[in-house]
């Protein structure tokens, strides 16, 4: 089990470029998150997903795109970065149901920095 | 929107003082509460969880924690800390199917 995988490590972007940040899991979960953790804030859920084809807005969703095709993957978009969207962004996953529901599994993080 | 507090930002302790760290959260309904541990360089993991029964609930490496409805409080303890215990602490919340973090503690220990 490789769990949850994210690439790349790091990223240096120029505002306005777009890129896509990858996720995936080899769990069979069904629910999965992107969160941004920037210092003294914590982690923000920027969106998330109960399943394939199901996607919904977290706390902090604008500038930010998402699609789930498949149970495994869930890229992040970013449609023109921003100096704000400079953070380190973590993937997440779980089952949404059952005796493990709700206990998340994280990736190991991008950390994105926006010229 | 449910929102999470951690009120202590940064500790200090000694190895074998007693930890609480505290957290509170503000909606009343039905809550999963959490608290994760981000050792330095490592993933975030999951230290213990409450979703019903018993509150107050055991996880790994000693560590527990109480759920007090009244106070919308789900602090977190530690009896006697370890050095390998320094790293930083989150606590959060589900709740329609959204997870919501606290700021995070983190807690340094000093041998």
């Known amino acids: 089990n490789a769990g949850v995988t994210q690439t790349p490590k790091f990223q240096v972007l120029k505002t306005g470029q777009s890129m896509t940040l990858q996720c995936a899991q080899d769990?069979?979960?069904?629910?999965m998150s992107w969160y941004r953790q920037d210092p003294g804030m914590g982690l923000r859920l920027i969106h998330y997903s109960v399943g394939a084809g199901i996607t919904d807005q977290g706390e902090v969703p604008n500038g930010y795109n998402v699609s789930r095709s498949t149970t495994e993957d869930f890229p992040l978009r970013l449609l023109s970065a921003a100096p704000s969207q400079t953070s380190v962004y973590f993937c997440a996953s779980s089952y949404s149901s059952g005796e493990s529901a709700r206990t998340q599994y994280f990736g190991p993080g991008t950390r994105l920095l926006v010229l | 929107a449910q929102s999470v507090s951690q009120h202590n930002h940064h500790v200090i302790l000694s190895e074998a003082a007693s930890l609480e760290l505290g957290c509170n959260y503000s909606y009343g309904g039905t809550v999963n509460l959490f608290w994760y541990v981000q050792y330095p360089g490592q993933h975030l993991q999951l230290l213990l969880k409450y979703f019903s029964g018993d509150p107050l609930v055991k996880g790994i490496k000693g560590f527990e924690a109480e759920f007090i409805k009244s106070k919308f409080s789900f602090n977190l303890r530690k009896p006697s800390v370890q050095w390998s215990d320094t790293a930083e602490y989150f606590c959060?919340?589900?709740?329609?199917?959204?997870?919501?973090f606290g700021s995070g503690t983190k807690l340094n220990v000093k041998p």
């Open positions: 959060a919340v589900y709740n329609f199917n959204k997870f919501y």
């Open positions: 769990m069979n979960h069904e629910y």
